[in-house]
């Protein structure tokens, strides 16, 4: 799984001001669940989120990047508003 297969879907669903994808795999190396998937950090800031919890933004996240699931192991969000 690339970081620009998951940036370029965060693009296409919120167009976001800010978006920093982050492969943090290298740091889980050995550990059990990195065969089946990357470990990321996302920071995005998009208008999409206003008026959403933090819950419903996590969401959203997650539905943008369904279709890349089998490749994510661990995703670490942060979802804010401009």
Known sequence: M?????EQALKNAFHPVH????????????????KE????????VSAAFEGKK???RHRLVYAAL???KGS???L???ARTP
């Open 72 to 74: 994510i192991h661990a």
């Open 76 to 78: 670490a969000i942060k």
């Open 19 to 34: 978006l920093n994808v982050i492969d943090d795999s290298a740091k889980h190396a050995g550990h059990a669940g990195a």
């Open 66 to 68: 369904a279709p890349l």
């Open 2 to 6: 690339s970081k620009a297969k998951i």
């Open 54 to 56: 933090a819950l419903e």
């Open 37 to 44: 998937g990357g470990h990321f950090t996302v920071d995005i």
